[in-house]
């Protein structure tokens, strides 16, 4: 992985009819949002979830390869008549579309000969030119695209995989982070959470967030920022301000 000294952003595009229809759970998201920022440096700043339409595919594809560093994709590129995200991103791209030469060699070669049917075949099928991203679990790669990284559906099969997108990447500035947990409602601190969030909101991310415990509501507070010092003097403020106010401040 290359290294970057300033932010690096990507998007997450969930792609299936399933998801929408609520039938399946979307578990992806928080994965690979957790595991870009984490293990990459990367903040994920926009999630959308489409349809198995190959038209709303290619036109968010355009968009958002537009807008961010890296673009995610999962789901849709099975080998059924409705995964239909490998030609779509090719089409989005004006890429040729067919039977990416390493990827068909290891799809036969998982199958053998006599097993390797039209529909393992069409995993073999993406942008020809596409960097493949291997997959322990499965075999059928998934792969990238400029900077469109397609990955399964299939959590399990997902996160066996996500590990060999880092050679594509280029890391973004380390993100560090802080929660402090107040027993105290969003009312009671919101006023000059917005003047220390105004201050900072260059350099730190300030977010609440409520909670019910032990039978009393509080209030989340994560702070999130590539600067270590920036971070620690908004919670110096933080902390401040819950002593004077006389909010109690739960041990992790």
């Given at each position: 992985?290359?290294k970057?000294?300033?932010?690096?952003?990507?998007?997450?595009?969930?792609?299936g009819?399933?998801?929408?229809?609520?039938?399946?759970?979307?578990?992806?998201?928080?994965?690979?949002?957790?595991?870009?920022n984490?293990?990459?440096g990367?903040?994920?700043?926009?999630v959308?979830?489409?349809?198995?339409?190959?038209?709303?595919?290619i036109e968010?594809?355009k968009?958002?390869?537009?807008?961010?560093?890296?673009?995610?994709?999962?789901?849709?590129?099975?080998?059924?008549?409705?995964?239909?995200?490998?030609?779509s991103?090719?089409?989005a791209?004006?890429?040729?579309?067919?039977?990416?030469k390493?990827?068909?060699?290891?799809?036969?070669?998982?199958?053998?000969k006599?097993?390797?049917?039209?529909g393992r075949k069409?995993?073999?099928k993406?942008p020809?030119?596409?960097k493949?991203?291997?997959n322990?679990?499965?075999?059928?790669?998934?792969?990238?695209?400029?900077?469109?990284?397609?990955?399964?559906?299939?959590?399990?099969?997902?996160?066996?995989?996500?590990?060999?997108?880092?050679?594509?990447?280029?890391?973004?500035?380390?993100?560090?982070?802080?929660t402090?947990?107040?027993?105290?409602?969003?009312?009671?601190?919101?006023?000059?959470?917005?003047?220390?969030?105004?201050?900072?909101?260059?350099?730190?991310?300030i977010?609440?967030?409520?909670?019910?415990?032990?039978?009393?509501?509080?209030?989340?507070?994560?702070t999130?920022?590539?600067?270590?010092?920036?971070l620690?003097?908004v919670?110096?403020?933080?902390?401040?301000?819950?002593?004077?106010?006389k909010?109690?401040?739960?041990?992790?």
């Amino acid at each position: 992985m290359k290294k970057k000294n300033k932010k690096v952003n990507a998007a997450i595009l969930i792609i299936g009819n399933e998801i929408l229809s609520g039938r399946t759970q979307d578990k992806n998201t928080i994965f690979i949002s957790q595991w870009l920022n984490s293990s990459c440096g990367i903040i994920v700043e926009e999630v959308r979830i489409i349809p198995d339409v190959e038209k709303i595919i290619i036109e968010n594809i355009k968009k958002l390869s537009q807008k961010f560093n890296y673009v995610f994709t999962t789901g849709g590129i099975g080998p059924t008549h409705d995964d239909i995200t490998a030609k779509s991103i090719a089409k989005a791209f004006h890429i040729e579309y067919g039977f990416h030469k390493e990827a068909y060699k290891i799809l036969e070669s998982y199958y053998g000969k006599k097993n390797f049917n039209d529909g393992r075949k069409k995993m073999a099928k993406m942008p020809i030119l596409a960097k493949l991203i291997y997959n322990p679990s499965s075999a059928a790669p998934g792969f990238m695209t400029k900077n469109v990284i397609s990955l399964p559906g299939v959590p399990s099969i997902l996160n066996s995989m996500i590990e060999n997108c880092k050679k594509y990447l280029i890391r973004g500035l380390k993100i560090h982070s802080e929660t402090l947990n107040l027993y105290t409602v969003e009312s009671n601190i919101s006023k000059k959470l917005n003047i220390i969030q105004n201050k900072y909101k260059k350099e730190v991310n300030i977010g609440s967030y409520p909670f019910f415990r032990l039978g009393k509501i509080g209030v989340s507070i994560v702070t999130r920022s590539t600067s270590k010092i920036k971070l620690q003097e908004v919670n110096k403020h933080l902390k401040k301000l819950a002593k004077i106010k006389k909010i109690k401040i739960l041990k992790a």
